[in-house]
């Protein structure tokens, strides 16, 4: 059974930082390109950031580039998203999932599996 657990939300002010985790389990996580959305209040889900196979390549929303930090271990099958510099609008429940496509993804339904998501709420 493959589970993605969040972890690392909570309520900060703006101009702070929260790193999130992702663990894997249940599956061959080398072997998927991993994600982060999120969706606020009333509004679709959004990509954020993808990273492939390795880690080694990341692409990011231009509404997070520069203040959000993806990145991977494979030896611990957890993915991260460090968060700086956050901002009221980031507030949203932070999802991670994973995708077995071979091109880096930034559509939900390229993914395969998903997480629970984890609640970040950024005051002003």
């Known amino acids: 059974q493959v589970q993605l657990v969040e972890s690392g939300g909570g309520l900060v002010h703006t101009g702070g930082s929260l790193r999130l985790s992702c663990e894997a389990s249940?599956?061959?996580?080398?072997?998927?390109?991993m994600g982060w959305f999120r969706q606020a209040p009333g509004k679709d889900r959004e990509f954020v950031a993808v990273?492939?196979?390795?880690?080694?390549?990341?692409y990011y929303d231009t509404s997070v580039k520069g203040r959000f930090t993806m990145s991977r271990d494979n030896a611990k099958n957890t993915v991260y998203l460090q968060m700086n510099d956050l901002k009221p609008e980031d507030t949203a429940d932070y999802y991670c999932?994973?995708?077995?496509?071979?091109?880096?993804?930034?559509?939900?339904?390229?993914?395969?599996?998903w997480g629970q998501g984890t609640q970040v709420t950024v005051s002003s």
């Open positions: 990273g492939n196979r390795s880690g080694g390549s990341v």
């Open positions: 249940g599956l061959a996580f080398s072997m998927y390109a």
């Open positions: 999932a994973a995708s077995s496509k071979s091109y880096i993804a930034t559509k939900a339904p390229a993914y395969d599996y």
